[in-house]
């Protein structure tokens, strides 16, 4: 293969690479995107935008679509419950913000959203996303793709039978998260699914969940098939994981200049209140250093941008 040649397709979009970085809610912002985007994930999903939030023009979408031209393949995630809803939402998002591709929430499991129908919800209704999806293809020309969960429950092993409706009604590529709805995060992933997703279907799959190390990438890929791997919580402590790094490869150094071009991000981003958006990340970056209790609570504390940053410099030259 050479450089140029894409690594798989998702429609008519190139992918190039085969790490991609899983979207999180509160987490996969715009600054954390862009920093994982530039250490090697191969495109950047949004955020999930709620359809109403953009029907009923709620301040705060807006800031979930914001991205830099660099991030691109980008790819817009949308969540509701109606199909109509749905795309109305998505001819004015598609419109302002110009994705590469649209991407369909059917795996969040917040009690939050499922409560409205919508996310890992969907998965029992699979009719319900035929339609979303059916309406979708037929109105955008870029690639509409899904990213969803095994099922409800044990009891409601959807995933098969969603996945085919996914394709049936033109979606460009299934990603799949080895749980179900009610393990959320608990509990071990499971990949034998995610095989039998990628044998069924014409269309590429990628496989999400437990993937927090190097040796992972290569065993999911192996006892898979899939087109790609998604890796979502573990990027938040390793975002260097993109490059095909394992925390303990990252030395003292690289991490602080990635804690503080991460920081400034989001300083840029945020103003004055990025320095307590931070502190999720902050923390996830100082934990694989034995700092005492007291003394990370007292940083995680810190709302000046100085002291913050003085205090950063303070435990790196000590270790």
């Given at each position: ?31 954390f995107?862009?920093?994982c ?30 991205f ?83 099922g ?21 590529l ?111 970056y ?28 303070r ?5």
């Open positions: 293969m050479t450089p140029q040649e894409p690594t798989f397709m998702i429609g008519s979009v190139p992918i190039h690479g085969d790490l991609i970085l899983a979207p999180m809610d509160g987490l996969t912002d715009q600054p995107r862009d920093l985007r530039r250490l090697g994930s191969a495109m950047v999903v949004t955020e999930f935008i709620n359809a109403l939030d953009v029907i009923e023009e709620n301040p705060r979408y807006p800031k979930r679509t914001r830099k031209d660099e991030q691109r393949p980008l790819a817009l995630q949308i969540l509701g419950n109606d199909p109509q809803r749905m795309l109305t939402a998505a001819i004015q998002l598609v419109k302002e913000v110009q994705p590469d591709i649209l991407d369909v929430n059917l795996g969040c499991q917040s009690k939050n959203v499922t409560a409205r129908g919508a996310g890992a919800a969907l998965l029992r209704t699979p009719a319900k996303i035929g339609q979303i999806f059916a309406l979708l293809t037929r109105e955008f020309s870029i690639p509409v793709t899904g990213k969803i969960r095994l409800w429950d044990e009891e409601s092993l959807t995933y098969l039978e969603v996945a085919k409706t996914i394709q049936d009604n033109g979606g460009a299934v990603a799949v998260h080895g749980r179900t709805r009610k393990q959320a995060y608990r509990g071990q992933a499971r990949w034998e699914p995610i095989r039998e997703v990628k044998q069924a279907l014409q269309i590429p799959v990628i496989g999400n969940g437990d993937v927090r190390t190097t040796a992972d990438i290569a065993r999911i890929k192996a006892e898979t098939g899939c087109d790609a791997v998604m890796i979502g919580r573990a990027a938040v402590a390793n975002p260097w994981i993109f490059s095909r790094r394992d925390r303990g490869q990252v030395d003292p150094q690289a991490a602080e200049q990635t804690i503080f071009a991460h920081f400034d991000a989001m300083l840029a981003f945020y103003g004055e209140p990025g320095v307590t958006t931070f502190r999720k990340y902050l923390k996830a100082l934990a694989p250093y034995a700092i005492p209790r007291e003394r990370l609570l007292a940083l995680l504390k810190m709302k000046d941008p100085a002291s913050v940053r003085a205090e950063i410099a435990i790196f030259s000590e270790l």
